[in-house]
């Protein structure tokens, strides 16, 4: 029996599908998932839980999911309304959710998780889109009550793949101890762990206390971590496992599309953009920031490492997200003569630390064009290439001055620039910025449901990032995901850029 991956709506395929067959339950799903890594599994203490979502998905399950039409929709909860001009959250959960190992879950363990969620020591790199009061939230019955700072119609869609999207038994934690229950979490998702060796292998068993009946439908997933997309590849086509996750080499995947595998590609909902600290470092001078924009030849970066399959962008928007423009007015494109005058005004010249991870061979060979691309202009490039957790730590200490990255997906662009630009001090630790206009414009964008109102908004945040050059701007980046024939969909099992409703899939 053969059948392909669904695509969803938006999806292309590089290769055919065939027709899906009817769904049939059991068996073991291999999964590759290139340079990952999981140095714990407690969705409050791991601070690349983003990062994580395959993971503390199928383990957790969710508060709220994305469907593959990029909607929000409740699932462990069955209802949400903001009230209090939309600065406060009240959801209400499903009735008989229990945990993994038996125990209730309540509206009191989802409130206590979340609020843990925020405890500063823990480093949660989505903070600024959680802007609960010092109360708290609360819980009775099956309702939860979440009162924010201040008014936030994006704070549902931040949800997804954030900690207070997954919900600890308090219950397990108290009694196992945080460094224990970061290895073995105990979760009320469509799958619990049977073995995991950290940032290596994690091994999932189906959960028979899921809440919703029949599912899931696999009797387990493996997830391996591989060290490169060929790797991955290799493993599909050998018939060692079944989907392949990060895989980012575009002319790998419109070769083994070619041979076979199902590619599907995915609506383009990140920005790929260089952050620049404005407080600190040679970016404080707008010249330096000026001069690193015009420096960077976006079309040429795109058509020389990704075979042309990304679409360039001009602000924090991209096409699959909500209030994309296609052009901003104050985008400075690429002028090297531009570039080369602007550093020969700074005194001294300019010197650029830039950095990104090096969990992907993707962000080395990019930063490594784009230094390229500096030093051109005359910039003196020096490039620090981190692993994440490392990327991380320099973030928080606000120890970086240019940072390639595309973290913080989100739908709602009030997700987006809130993580990567709203003020230092609103509490956000991605951002390289104070701007009082900027911040006044992010908190009318959160305050204000209209669309029609948020699309202006937007556009003038687009107007004032690049008129001050807050960040260089590159391109959308779609993601891609690989499966071989094998593999067969069933209901709503189809991707979103988020994650795959694995409790949805079966094995043909």
């Known amino acids: 029996m053969t059948a392909a991956l669904a695509l969803g709506a938006g999806a292309t395929s590089i290769a055919s599908a065939s027709t899906s067959q009817p769904a049939k339950a059991g068996g ?206 290799d493993a599909l086509q050998s018939g060692e496992a079944q989907l392949a996750m990060g895989v980012t080499t575009i002319p790998l995947l419109n070769s083994v599309g070619k041979q076979g595998l199902v590619v599907s590609k995915l609506p383009a909902m990140v920005t790929e953009f260089i952050n620049l600290n404005t407080i600190h470092g040679p970016f404080a001078n707008i010249l330096a920031r000026e001069a690193v924009a015009y420096a960077t030849d976006s079309k040429a970066l795109v058509a020389g490492l990704y075979n042309g399959a990304y679409k360039t962008v001009q602000s924090q928007t991209a096409p699959g997200q909500l209030f994309y423009t296609q052009t901003n007015k104050n985008y400075r494109g690429y002028n090297l003569a531009k570039a080369k005058k602007l550093v020969a005004e700074i005194p001294g010249g300019l010197s650029v630390d830039l950095s990104t991870t090096l969990n992907n061979a993707f962000f080395i060979n990019e930063v490594q064009a784009i230094a390229t691309m500096w030093e051109a202009a005359g910039i003196k490039v020096t490039i620090q290439d981190y692993s994440l957790q490392q990327m991380l730590g320099i973030t928080f200490s606000g120890a970086w001055q240019a940072i390639d990255e595309n973290w913080g997906v989100g739908t709602d662009p009030g997700i987006n620039d809130s993580e990567f630009f709203a003020n230092l001090s609103a509490g956000t630790v991605f951002s390289g910025n104070n701007n009082a206009d900027l911040q006044g414009l992010l908190n009318q964008g959160l305050a204000n449901a209209n669309p029609v109102a948020r699309q202006r908004v937007y556009t003038e945040v687009g107007n004032i990032e690049n008129q001050q050059q807050l960040g260089v701007f590159m391109y959308a980046k779609n993601a891609y995901m690989v499966s071989a024939k094998s593999l067969s969909d069933v209901g709503d099992f189809t991707p979103n850029q988020f994650n795959i409703f694995f409790e949805n899939m079966s094995l043909g």
């Not at 799903?29 to 203490?45: F, K, N, R, Y």
């Not at 405890?119 to 819980?139: D, E, K, R, V, Y």
Request: hydrophobic share 40%; proline share 5%; glycine share 6%.
């Open 28 to 233: 073991t799903l291999q999964v590759e998932i290139v340079a990952s890594q999981w140095p714990g599994l407690d969705s409050a203490t791991d601070t690349q839980d983003t990062a994580d979502a395959a993971y503390l998905n199928e383990i957790y399950g969710q508060l709220f999911e994305m469907t593959a039409n990029n909607v929000v929709v409740p699932d462990q909860a069955t209802s949400w309304k903001l009230t209090n001009h939309n600065s406060t959250l009240v959801f209400t959960l499903r009735k008989g959710l229990v945990f993994s190992n038996g125990d209730p879950l309540t509206a009191s363990d989802v409130a206590w998780s979340i609020n843990r969620d925020t405890t500063p020591s823990f480093g949660n790199i989505g903070l600024s889109n959680l802007p609960l009061t010092a109360a708290g939230c609360s819980g009775s019955g099956l309702t939860v009550t979440c009162p924010l700072k201040e008014a936030d119609v994006a704070i549902v869609p931040a949800f997804i793949n954030e900690a207070w999207n997954w919900t600890v038994d308090q219950s397990a934690l108290t009694s196992m101890g945080e460094a224990a229950y970061a290895q073995n979490p105990i979760g009320a998702g469509p799958f619990k762990i049977a073995t995991n060796e950290a940032s290596a292998e994690l091994n999932l068993v189906k959960n028979t206390r899921y809440w919703e009946k029949g599912h899931p439908l696999l009797a387990g997933i493996d997830f391996t971590n591989v060290s490169s997309d060929q790797s991955a590849l």
